[in-house]
């Protein structure tokens, strides 16, 4: 069975980046253009993972991230954070609503893939 990931990110380019990477793993990828656009996309489907970027218009990251914990089918959907943002006060913030990993850009892919090989649900 091939699991799902959701990238959201607000750079077209970004997207595609970590699509191609996920997808030529065996990979499902569904894209968000930032935090509202992906929450309007999960619409009850099984997410094993969601990839989101931190500083985004509309919704940025850590908002996505507490919304994402208030939906009953995604409570326990795990989340990396790639972002420019390294600093400790930015990770520590995520960590609280709830990201799992945080993955600094530029990111090598297989860096990229092995934490979602680590964080994906089963």
Request: proline share 5%.
């Amino acid at each position: 069975m091939t699991k799902t990931i959701m990238i959201v990110d607000d750079s077209a380019s970004m997207r595609q980046v970590v699509g191609i990477a996920l997808k030529s793993a065996g990979y499902t990828v569904l894209e968000g253009r930032d935090g509202k656009d992906a929450l309007a996309k999960l619409t009850g489907q099984k997410v094993h993972l969601i990839i989101s970027d931190v500083n985004m218009p509309n919704m940025d990251g850590i908002s996505f991230v507490k919304a994402v914990k208030q939906l009953p089918a995604y409570k326990f959907t795990p989340i990396i954070m790639l972002t420019t943002e390294s600093e400790e006060s930015k990770k520590s913030e995520g960590q609280a609503a709830g990201a799992k990993a945080w993955v600094v850009k530029p990111f090598k892919p297989e860096q990229l893939l092995n934490a979602v090989q680590k964080l994906c649900l089963p």
